[in-house]
C-alpha cells in the first residue's frame, strides 16, 4: 500500500515538475576539456587581452566582469575591474567577483593559479586560437556559453568572409621575402604556424624564418643578413614609425633597407587572436603591395 | 629567556590573524571568527579557508625554515653572513624546477624536480668539499660558492632558451613567490620536526661556535655535528626552496637581527628564528599581494625592503 | 683521580722525521713545564695528549683506557685544554665563556643550574675577571682573555690541565698570580701540565720538565735534574749564565762577545 502511494507521489511530482532545466551547454576548450554550464554565463572573467576582445567579439561584452592588465580594447573595456597580469592573477580580486565562467590562455597564464581555480570549481575555458578559422570557431563558442549566439556567429561569419576576400584578393600576388621582427633585444620572429606568420602568408609575403621549428624563435643579425628579406614590419604603438628598425638602416646592401621597405604597422591588432587581424591583415596586405611596386 | 620566546609567540599569532583578515578583499575579524565556527558567507569561507589559510601557513613555514636554516648555516661556517643558499641548494632546487617547466610538468613535479636538485646540490657540495683530505668550513664555504656559480650559470642558460612564454613563470619562481605553495603541510611538519631535533643539539651549538679544536676539547663530537647541522640545513632549505621558490634576505637577516637583539644562545636563537622568519614572511607576503593589488608583487622584493633597513636599525642601536 | 700516560708516543710533525718515543707518566699532585724552541712541537704534543691530533705512532693512555677509544665527553671531564690561539667568530660575554666549561658535565637536554653559575663566578673571581663578567669578550685586552680562558678551565674542572703558553699577554702580577695558582691546584690533586716558553717559569714553578728539542730528542724528569745548563744551553741554542733568587735557579741568556 505504502509502495503504491509512494510510486504515485512521484509520478505526481514528475508530472506537475516544471518544464526540467534546459540541457547544459557544452563546448570543448582548445585543452580539449569539455566544459559544460547549466545555463548561459553572465559574469565571465577574461584572464588575457585577447580574451577580452574575443568576448566582446561574440556580442558578451557586457557579461565580462573581471578583466587582466592591458584589456584595451574595445574601449568599454578599459572601465572593468582588473585581476592582475595575466601572468600573476590576484586570486582573490577574482573570487570576490564571482565569475561563473573564465576564460583562460592556454599557454599564457601561470598554471599553478590555473589549477587552483580549477580546484575550486570554477568552469575554466581555456583558448589559444592558432588560425583564422580558429579565431571563428573561438568567438562561435564563446557565443554559445555566453547565450549570444546572434552576435557572435555573425561576427565570425563577418570575419571569416573578410580573410577570404582577401586571401582571393592575393592568391597570384608576387611573392615578397619578409622578415617580421618581433621584439628588438632579443631579436625575435615568428614562424609559419604562428598567425602572424600565416597573414604575412595571406598577403602573398614569404616569411624567411617560417620554416623555423619554434614558433617564436630567437635570432642574429647575421641570418636576417643572410636571408636578406625585401620588406622588414614590426609592430609599434598605432603604426607609428620609432626607433625599432633603426639597426638596420646601416645595412645598405640588404635589399629591403636599399629599397626603403621597413614598414610599421600598429602592434595590437596584430599581435592578438581577435578579429582586428583583418584590419591587420589589410594593413600588411597594403604595405607588401608597395613592396612590390619598389621591386 | 622563554619571556622572548613567548613575546615572539604572540606576534607570530598577530600577524597571521592580520594576515588572513588583509588582502583584496577584506575580512573583519568578526567574519573570521564566524568562518571558523563553520558559518559565513560562501565568499568568505572560500577565500580564507582555500586561497589565504592555506597560503599564510605555507608563508609562516617557509619563513621559520629559511630563517632556521640560516641560523644553522652561520654556525656551521663561524660566519655571521652566511645565508641557506651559500652553499648553492637554492641553485640546484632552481635548475631543477627549471627543468621540469621547460619540459612542461605539472606543478608537482616541479616541487619534485626542485627538491631533488636541492639534495644533489647537498650531495655534490659535500663531496667536493671532502675531497682531498680535511674538511673544514672554509673549504665547504668556497667549495659551495664555487658550485652555486655553476647553478648560477645553468639557470641563465636555461633562461637564455626557453620559449617566451615560460619566462614570466620561471622568473617568478626564481623571484620566490608563496602563491605557489599548493599545501601549507609538509613545510609545516618539517619545519616542527627540525626543530625538535635540534634543541637538544643546540648548546653543542654554542661550544662549537667558539671553534672546532675548543668544542672538541669541551667534549663536542665535531664532526658527527657538522654532517648533522649540514644535512638538517639543507633538508630545511631544500623544503622551502620547493614549496616558495628562492625567497631571499630572510635567512640572513632574521638569525642575524635575533643576534644583536637575544645574543648568541643557540636555544633561544634557533626557536625564535622559526617564529620571526615565520613572521617575517608572514608579513612581507601579505604586503606583496596588497600594497598594489590587483597588482601581485614578489614577495623577496618585499622581505629584502623590510628587512634591510630594520637590521640596519638594530646595527645602529647596537653600537 | 685521572692520570695520563703515553706508551712510545710520537708525535706527528709534517715534514719531521719521527722523534724521541716519549713515554710520559702525568700524576695527580705534579706540575709539568714543556720546554722547547720555536717549531719543537710543543703545541703539537699538548694537542695530541688531548685527542685532537693523531699520534704517528705509539698510544695515550687515559685513567687506563686509551684515548681513541673514549668519547670525546669522557675524555672532557677528565681533561682539559686552554689553547694558545682562540677563535672568536660570535661575539659572547665573559660570564656565558666562562660558563661553557660546564659543558662536559650536562646532558643535551639540561641546561645550567644555580651551582654551574657559582662555579663559573667562583673561576672569574679567583682570575681577577669577575668585575668583567658581562662585558663581550671582544672588547677585553689580551691578557684579560687569557685570564677568562684559564676561568674556563676551572669551570670544568677536570682532573688533568693541559694550558699552552698561559702566561701569554699576562702582566707580571698576573703572571705571578696565575703561576701561582696552578702550584695550588696540582697541590690540591689535579696534574698540570703546560707549554712555556719562558725557562724560568718553569724553574719556579714546575716539580716535573720535559725538554723537546727541535730534531725530536726529548728528555723528562723531575725538574731539579733536568734544569742543567748544558741541556738547556743545547736546547735552545744559547749560552746561559745561572743565578739564584728567591730559591730557585734563574737563567740569564748571555749575548755573544
Known sequence: MIKLKGLAVMLGWMLLAPPGL???????????????????????????????????????????????????????????????????????????????????????????QMEMLRALGLPMFAIEPRTFEGVSKVIEQLSTLAGTEQEGFAEAERFRKGIAEIAEQYRDAEPVPVFYQVWQTPLMTINDDHLIGKVVQLCGGVNVFGDMPRLVPRISAEVVLEADPHAIITGSVEGIED??????????????????????????????????????????????????ERE | MTRSLLVLGAISL?????????????IAPSELWKVIQGEGSALHRTLLLDLRLPRTLAAFATGGLLAVAGALMQVLLRNPLADPYVLGLSGGAAVGALLAM???????????????????????????????????ASRLLLTGVVVAAGWGAVITLMLAITPSYKLPGMLYWLMGDVSYARTPWPALVVLVLAILVILPLARN????????????????????????????????????VTTAGSIGFVGLIVPHMLRLVLGNDQRIILPASALAGGTLLVLADTLARTVIAPEQLPVGVITALLGVPTFLYLLHRSR | MSTLHTRDLIINVPGRTDGF???????????????????????????????????????????????????????????????????????????????????????PWESEQADDQIRAQQALVAMDVDHLSGRLLSTLSGGERQRVAIATLMTQNPDIWLLDEPTNHLDLHHQVKVMSLLRDQSVAGKAVFMCLHDLNLAARWCSHVLLLYPNGDACWGPADSMLKPSALEQLYNQKLVTVEADGAPVFVPVSPS
Open chain 1, 243 to 292: 626607433n625599432q628598425l633603426d639597426r638596420w638602416k646601416s645595412y645598405t646592401g640588404m635589399t629591403a633597407v636599399a629599397k626603403n621597405n621597413l614598414f610599421f604597422v600598429p602592434a595590437s591588432p596584430i599581435s592578438r587572436p581577435t578579429p582586428r587581424l583583418l584590419e591587420a591583415s589589410r594593413d600588411i596586405c597594403e604595405r607588401l603591395d608597395v613592396a612590390r
Open chain 3, 21 to 107: 718515543p716519549l713515554n710520559l707518566s702525568v700524576e695527580p699532585g705534579q706540575t709539568w713545564g714543556v720546554l722547547g724552541p720555536n717549531g719543537a712541537g710543543k703545541t703539537t704534543l699538548l694537542h695530541t695528549l688531548a685527542g685532537l691530533l693523531p699520534a704517528r705512532s705509539g698510544r695515550v693512555v687515559l685513567s687506563d683506557s686509551p684515548l681513541i677509544a673514549l668519547k670525546r665527553r669522557d675524555i672532557a671531564r677528565q681533561l682539559g685544554l686552554v689553547f694558545q690561539e682562540r677563535q672568536d667568530s660570535f661575539p659572547a660575554t665573559v660570564m656565558e665563556t666562562a660558563l661553557i666549561g660546564r659543558h662536559p658535565w650536562l646532558s
Open chain 1, 22 to 112: 534546459a540541457a547544459p551547454i557544452c563546448v570543448v576548450d582548445d585543452l580539449e576539456v569539455e566544459v559544460c554550464l547549466d545555463q548561459p554565463a553572465k559574469r565571465i572573467a577574461t584572464l588575457s587581452p585577447g580574451a577580452t576582445e574575443l568576448a566582446f567579439a561574440a556580442g558578451a561584452g557586457d557579461k565580462v566582469v573581471a578583466v587582466v592588465n592591458y584589456s584595451d580594447y574595445p574601449e568599454a573595456a578599459l572601465k572593468l575591474p582588473l585581476v592582475g597580469n595575466h601572468t600573476r592573477i590576484d586570486l582573490e580580486a577574482l573570487l570576490a567577483l564571482k565569475p561563473d565562467l573564465v576564460i583562460t590562455w592556454r599557454t599564457g597564464n601561470p598554471p599553478a
Open chain 2, 205 to 240: 651549538m654554542n661550544v662549537l661556535a667558539r671553534g672546532p679544536m675548543q668544542a672538541a676539547a669541551l667534549g663536542v663530537s665535531v664532526r658527527p655535528l657538522e654532517w648533522t647541522i649540514y644535512v638538517l640545513a639543507s633538508l630545511l632549505t631544500a623544503t622551502a
Open chain 2, 102 to 136: 621547460l619540459a612542461g610538468m605539472g606543478a608537482l613535479l616541479i616541487s619534485g624536480f626542485a627538491f631533488a636538485g636541492a639534495m644533489l646540490a647537498m650531495v655534490l657540495v659535500f663531496g667536493l668539499a671532502h675531497g682531498t683530505g680535511s674538511w673544514t
Open chain 2, 14 to 26: 598577530a600577524a597571521l590573524i592580520l594576515a588572513l583578515a588583509i588582502g583584496s578583499v577584506n
